[in-house]
């Protein structure tokens, strides 16, 4: 069965600092990896979708990458700003379409 | 536009009661979902709709029933509720099966259960 870890669990960065928010999945035969980020007390919203037969995405500061092989994608987040503060969710994609979720990282960007 | 919508956003109830939470979205989608955030935060999938049919049924109590009476709408009825229920039920919906198949997300049900 599909397991969906992330690491770490908790992060906190001073703002304009890059940084790198990691993802490791056990199953590789995924349809897509779809990162998220959740605000408190809200729903999630969707940041970036890559394909099974892509190795990365671009959204504006945010990168996200596959490595279908070694189950693995990191999320990349150039100068990061207070308000990027949020729950950031890696999930992937199975062949039902139904979404494995990991825990989650807590990122703080301090001001 | 909202593009998911639940209601109610929070449902506070007594052990026992039957309640049930609306979804509705307006992206067009063919497929629906139910997920439930537990308090740990953990997400996990709880059923799929393809156009009105049942695709995915996970390990859920059949205490638990979802409908779906069009492809716009995918309800969650929930009998004798029970304490272990309290969490946050998220409802999502996506354009259709496949690899291009980004998930949209409702803004959650909190459902307390005294």
């Known amino acids: 069965k599909q397991e969906v870890t992330q690491i770490p669990a908790a992060l906190s960065v001073p703002e304009g600092e890059n940084l790198v928010l990691n993802c490791s999945f056990t199953?590789?035969?995924?349809?897509?990896l779809q990162w998220f980020r959740q605000d408190p007390g809200k729903g999630l919203t969707s940041l970036l979708l890559?394909?099974?037969?892509?190795r990365e995405q671009t959204s504006g500061r945010l990168n996200a990458s596959l490595d279908k092989s070694s189950g693995r994608s990191t999320l990349y987040i150039a100068a990061s700003q207070p308000g990027d503060s949020a729950t950031y969710l890696c999930?992937?994609?199975?062949?039902?379409?139904?979404?494995?979720f990991g825990t989650g990282t807590r990122l703080t960007v301090i001001p | 536009d909202t593009a998911v919508s639940q209601t109610p956003k929070y449902l506070v109830t007594q052990m026992g009661n039957d309640k049930s939470i609306k979804c509705e979205q307006n992206?067009?989608?063919?497929?629906m979902y139910w997920y439930k955030q537990d308090s740990k935060k953990f997400l996990k999938i709880m059923f799929s709709?393809?156009?009105?049919?049942?695709?995915i049924n996970e390990t859920v109590p059949n205490r638990f029933s979802p409908k779906s009476p069009d492809k716009a709408h995918l309800n969650l009825h929930i009998n004798s509720l029970e304490l272990g229920d309290s969490a946050v039920y998220f409802c999502?919906?996506?354009?259709?099966?496949?690899?291009?198949?980004?998930?949209?997300f409702g803004p959650g049900t909190r459902l307390t259960v005294l």
């Open positions: 709709y393809n156009n009105k049919e049942l695709i």
């Open positions: 890559i394909q099974s037969s892509q």
């Open positions: 999930a992937v994609s199975g062949g039902a379409n139904n979404l494995f």
């Open positions: 199953d590789s035969a995924i349809y897509n």
């Open positions: 999502a919906s996506s354009p259709k099966r496949g690899t291009y198949n980004e998930q949209f």
């Open positions: 992206l067009g989608h063919d497929t």
